[in-house]
């Protein structure tokens, strides 16, 4: 059984916020992920990691930033949150060191549902 | 450029019968094609998978066919039942990140 927790799994704030997003991961997964999603439709990755130090953004351009400092713990943060903002953010683990190792599955978080007004 | 094309992007299936989704993917250096399930509310959750080394899988009442020469592969959910009703992604992984498809939604009607 996969544990991946994300938090909060609701948030609703005003325009011009900073948010942070937490994703923490009990697998020791090396890989981590931030995909954005709205409602059942296509999943847009926005940044992963390898590993600790490692972050790279991913094939949607998002204003949106990411460290690594522990490799359980991968928090996403926006300086200034925009009504754009406004969708649902997925974490998700995988195993594998580098970026050399062959496919793996992802694991899923159950999402933080964002709301800028 | 999209890499995994899914189809279709939705499908009415009765209950009992077989649902059936496709994938088609474009870089062979892929060596992982999953299968993810989507609730409402919730995640994607592993659901299936199948590497390159095999043509077909078998789990329960969920299949995936692989073809590899025209690089394609396929879900196909046997005796298709409402709590199979969720949004169904495909994915084509490798070294580095992997890639999805655009998603299925899947109604299972009673």
């Known amino acids: 059984e996969a544990d991946i927790y994300q938090t909060p799994r609701y948030l609703v704030i005003g325009t011009g916020k900073k948010i942070t997003l937490e994703c923490s991961q009990t697998m020791g997964h090396d890989k981590m992920y931030w995909y954005q999603q709205d409602p059942g439709m296509e999943l847009h990755l926005i940044h992963y990691s390898y590993g600790v130090n490692s972050t790279e953004k991913g094939d949607l351009s998002s204003e949106s930033t990411v460290s690594r400092i522990r490799t359980e713990h991968f928090p996403l943060t926006l300086e200034s949150a925009r009504p754009s903002h406004t969708s649902q953010y997925l974490c998700a683990s995988s195993e594998g060191v580098g970026a050399r190792v062959g496919g793996q599955p992802q694991h899923f978080g159950d999402g933080t549902r964002l709301s800028i007004l | 450029q999209q890499q995994v094309k899914q189809s279709p992007q939705s499908l009415i299936v009765q209950k009992g019968g077989i649902s059936i989704i496709n994938c088609a993917y474009e870089n062979t250096a892929f060596d992982y094609f999953p299968w993810y399930q989507q609730f409402p509310g919730k995640g994607p959750a592993l659901l299936i998978a199948?590497?390159?080394?095999?043509s077909e899988k078998k789990e329960g009442r969920f299949t995936i066919s692989f073809n590899k020469s025209a690089k394609q592969f396929s879900l196909h959910i046997m005796d298709s039942q409402p709590g199979d009703s969720a949004t169904y992604f495909c994915?084509?992984?490798?070294?580095?990140?992997?890639?999805f498809g655009d998603g299925t939604t899947l109604t299972v009607k009673p």
């Open positions: 994915a084509a992984g490798g070294p580095g990140k992997s890639t």
């Open positions: 199948i590497r390159p080394d095999v």
